[in-house]
């Protein structure tokens, strides 16, 4: 039957169902102590508890409202509770979730110019206005991905693609005759980095791992000497992931001493800032990105540690045409008269299609304005801060990590050897993971853990909108009061 009318929902059910999703959500956010931050389901429960087949016969809203309510909610992990501690804090902002409606709304795709020409013009404004508030140069470029582990990749194929190779055309197989190419990062760059390795045929034996010093930072001594060494066995270096941030202790790379390597030996230097990067905004912590000026490329993500909805993730380059160069590919049906006045940003990058992200960048900016983002960062900063306090003064815990932003790295170690230090570093690591899931499992709080120069580590990340020092309070008792009970037990 050919319809005569709109297939879709019907608008005043849209309205209705809107509004009742509107109410859900206020009440989701105002009684987040109904929800366990960590999800305490066993695999396999949420699937047996939905019917396998598609149902035949449309299904009134109401009934799949009320098993998003009963089934679904509940299994899932609450990043958005203000418990939620574990790996980096993020928030869905109210802003940021309105803009996800009406990017849905608009469904446009920002792909080429004519696809969605205010899409693609908000992107480049907002992308400038983000540039700004992070005072960095003028004239970079930038550009909206999914997420880090993409803008890192697509950098590093553009600092493949920059050695003007012709890996392009001929692939890693078609150039048998290469020296091996080499990438430098720390040991303690995130893991995105070491997959856009993988994926761009670089292998992991092509990713060198620089050591770090004590405080966890590239040893750019070290790195020179790992470039050298390389150049003298004849490998070829061709790029260096420097991190502003880095996942496990939030360390900074020395990134200014790390540029001028990278121009000393004509090396693409891509800077990860993906949690750390947008506190380059705060009064006083321009420390944060200096020497990223003289970097080639540079990701953040406002997904991370500015209030936008997953996913949104920045890679600012100073060398687009590079970037084009490497990813580039227009057959005849994406075609357009606009190409040379315009951009189609399918062009510098891995996708084609494109969502309207920028809206909810566009959207929370405006909504908090460039200083309430700064307060709301320099908060959670402050939080971090009275809780390395509280670390600091409990003889019973022992902080691993210099604190420089809002993510605390520490460990119990229960009374009797907390001054003699006698225990063995397993038996404490056994200890402090039996006390993570301890504190988990109460549903409250929802902490996540490292590794730190082998010694277990418990990592407390505040970075939600939804946090008050009620919550992170809260959390730090929990630990106390688990951390006797469970040295009673096992020591
Ligand atoms: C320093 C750093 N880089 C990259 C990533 C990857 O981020 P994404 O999930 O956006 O790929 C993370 C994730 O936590 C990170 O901490």
Redesign the pocket.
Known sequence: MIPTYSADMDPEQFRKYGYTLIDWIVEYFSHPERYNVLAQVRPGEIREALPPSPPDKPEAIEDVIDDLTRIITPGLTHWNHPGFFA??GTTASGPGILADLLSSTFNTNAMLWRTGPAAVELEVVVLGWLRQLLRLPEGLFGIIND???VS?LVAIAAAREALDLGIRERGMAGRPDLPQLRLYTSDQA?S?VEKGAIVLGIGRDGVCKIPVDSEFRMRADLLEKAILDDRAAGRKPFCIVA?V???STTSVDPVSAIADIAARYGLWLHV?G??AGVSGMIPGMEWVLAGVEKADSLVV?PHKWLFVPFDL?VLYCRKPEILRRAFSVVPEYLRTTEEETAINFMDYGIQLGRRFRALKLWMVIRYFGAEGLRERLQDHIELGRKFKQWVEKDPEFELLAPVLFSVICFRHIPSPYSHTMDASTDRLNIHNEKLLDAVNATGEVFLSHTKVNGKYTIRMAIGNLRTTEVHVKRAWELLQEHGRRLAKESF
């Open positions: 790996y980096f997420t880090a582990s890192t995130h995105s991190t941030g880095t996942t990860d993906a949690y993500n993730s």
